[in-house]
C-alpha cells in the first residue's frame, strides 16, 4: 500500500505544470511590455491588447515602455527589441516572414517576436488564446478568464500560420452577410488572425494598426482588364476568343492564350500593376466566369497536348473542354507571363484559378509551373455535408484531393478556396470562402 501510495504521489509531482514566470500575482505585476523605439502601428496594437486582456484577466496593470527606457528586469519583449540579443536570442527574421513568430521565456522574461507587420501582434494573440484561453467567437462576443495569477509555463515556440492567406467572407459576401457588416470591426478580424484582400476592399480597410492585409493586385475574373477590349478589339480582333463561330470582344471575356501577341500585352498590363504597387504580396491572371473558352485551332491543339477535348465526367471535366486540357493551355500561358516579368520583379508571385474546366491538372506533357505562379485551386462544385477528402461525391466523383495532390507536383504553391453555401443561396451572394497555401515539397 505504501508503494503504491508513492507511485502515486510520484506521478502527481511529475504531472504537476513547471511554471517559468508569474506574469500577475494576487491581481498585482512587476511586469513591464517592450516595444521597439521605432515600433510600427501593428506592434504598438500589440502591445495595448496584451496589457488590455491582462487586465480585464487578473486586474493588473502592465505598462508599455520603448525599449530604450526599459531598466531590464521583468520584461515582455515585443517585437524586433534590442534586448534579445542580450538574452541570446536571434530570432530568423526572413523565415518568420510578414506573420509567423516566437514565444519564449528566458532569465524571467518572456518574448513575442514576430515578422512585420502582423507577426508580433498575431504572437500576442497567439500567447492570449493558447496559453491564457481568452476566445473571441464573435465581435460583439469575447470570453476572458478571470483569475488573481497568470501563470506561464516554459515556452519555446516558432510558428507562422497554417494558411498563407486567410479571408473568410463572412463580411465580404454580399446580402446575407449584412449582420456582419453592422458588427464590422477591425480588432476582430486581426484577433481572429484573417488578412485577406476581401474584407478590406469590400467593407472596410485593414488600416496599419492591425498590420494591414494581404494584397492581391486585381484578384478575379479579369482577362478584359488584362488586355481591355476598348484599346485591343478593333485593330487586334484574334487577340479575343473565337467561341460559336465568333471574336467574343463584350463583357466577362476570355482570350486567345496561345496567340503570340498575347502574353507580351498582358505582361505589359500586369507590369503597370506592379509598378504602381510594388509592395503588393500577389499579381492575379483569372480565367473568366463564363464558358467561352477561345476554341480557335491553335486553343484546340493545345487542350489535346494537354489532356482531351472529351469531358471526363467521372473527375468532373464538365465544360466540354476535356480533362486537363484547358488548365494546361493556361498554365502555360500564365508561364510566359512570368517569364516576362522576372528580370524586373523576380519575387512578385502570380496566382492563376484551377476552377470549373481548369481545376483538373494537365494530364499529359505536364509542364511544371513557374516558380513563381501560384495555382488557386477552386472546389466548388464539392459536396458540402461531408469534409472535402470523404464522401461519395468529393473522394470517387470529383476527387478533390487527388486533384490538389497532382497540382502539387506541379506548382510550389497551391491555395485552396474553398466554398460553402447557405440555404437557398444565389451564387455569389452567400459564398464563405477560405484561401490558404499548401506548400509543396519540392
Not at 184 to 200: E, L, P
Request: charged residues 20%; proline residues 6%; contains cysteine.
Amino acid at each position: 500500500m505504501i508503494k503504491k501510495l508513492s507511485c502515486m504521489l510520484s506521478l502527481t509531482f511529475l504531472c504537476a505544470p513547471v511554471w517559468a514566470l508569474t506574469l500577475v500575482s494576487q491581481g498585482s505585476s512587476n511586469y513591464t511590455i517592450v516595444i521597439p523605439d521605432e515600433p510600427i502601428p501593428a506592434e504598438q496594437t500589440a502591445a495595448q491588447e496584451l496589457a488590455h486582456h491582462v487586465k480585464q484577466m487578473a486586474g493588473a496593470e502592465l505598462p508599455i515602455v520603448g525599449e530604450s527606457q526599459f531598466d531590464g528586469s521583468h520584461g515582455i519583449l515585443l517585437g524586433n527589441n534590442r534586448h534579445l540579443k542580450k538574452l541570446g536570442i536571434e530570432p530568423a527574421w526572413e523565415q518568420l516572414d510578414k506573420e509567423g513568430y516566437l514565444l519564449r521565456t528566458a532569465n524571467g522574461h518572456l518574448i513575442i517576436a514576430g515578422g512585420r507587420p502582423r507577426g508580433t501582434l498575431y504572437g500576442v494573440y497567439a500567447l492570449l488564446e493558447d496559453h491564457l484561453g481568452c476566445r473571441w467567437f464573435a465581435p460583439d462576443t469575447t470570453v476572458i478568464p478571470q483569475r488573481e495569477t497568470v501563470e506561464l509555463p516554459h515556452l519555446d515556440v516558432t510558428r507562422r500560420p497554417a494558411f498563407e492567406y486567410r479571408d473568410p467572407k463572412l463580411y465580404a459576401g454580399g446580402p446575407r452577410s449584412a449582420w456582419w457588416r453592422r458588427h464590422f470591426d477591425s480588432r476582430y478580424v486581426a484577433r481572429t488572425r484573417n488578412s485577406g484582400t476581401f474584407v478590406h476592399t469590400s467593407v472596410h480597410p485593414m488600416d496599419e494598426r492591425y498590420g494591414g492585409y494581404f494584397n492581391i493586385i486585381r484578384f478575379g475574373h479579369n482577362l478584359s482588364s488584362l488586355v481591355p477590349p476598348k484599346l485591343y478589339a478593333t485593330e487586334h480582333p484574334e487577340y479575343f476568343a473565337w467561341h460559336d463561330g465568333r471574336r467574343v470582344t463584350e463583357g466577362d471575356l476570355e482570350l486567345c492564350l496561345t496567340h503570340p501577341d498575347v502574353a507580351s500585352v498582358a505582361a505589359g498590363t500586369l507590369r503597370r500593376w506592379m509598378r504602381a504597387e510594388p509592395d503588393a504580396d500577389m499579381l492575379f491572371i483569372g480565367q473568366s466566369d463564363t464558358n467561352k473558352f477561345c476554341m480557335c485551332d491553335r486553343c484546340m491543339g493545345a487542350y489535346l497536348r494537354f489532356g482531351s477535348v472529351t469531358p471526363d465526367r467521372k473527375h468532373g471535366g464538365s465544360f466540354g473542354l476535356g480533362y486537363g486540357g484547358l488548365a494546361g493551355r493556361n498554365l502555360q500561358f500564365v508561364n510566359r507571363v512570368a517569364k516576362l516579368l522576372e528580370d524586373e520583379f523576380p519575387n512578385q508571385r502570380i496566382g492563376i484559378f484551377a476552377y470549373g474546366a481548369t481545376r483538373n491538372p494537365p494530364s499529359k506533357n505536364v509542364e511544371k509551373a513557374h516558380r513563381n505562379v501560384v495555382v488557386w485551386y477552386c472546389p466548388i462544385e464539392r459536396c458540402m455535408c461531408h469534409p472535402i477528402d470523404s464522401g461519395p461525391v468529393n473522394a470517387s466523383f470529383y476527387a478533390f484531393t487527388d486533384g490538389i495532390r497532382k497540382w502539387q507536383q506541379i506548382a510550389r504553391e497551391v491555395y485552396l478556396y474553398d466554398y460553402c453555401f447557405g440555404p437557398g443561396f444565389e451564387l455569389p451572394t452567400d459564398v464563405l470562402s477560405i484561401a490558404g497555401t499548401v506548400r509543396a515539397a519540392q
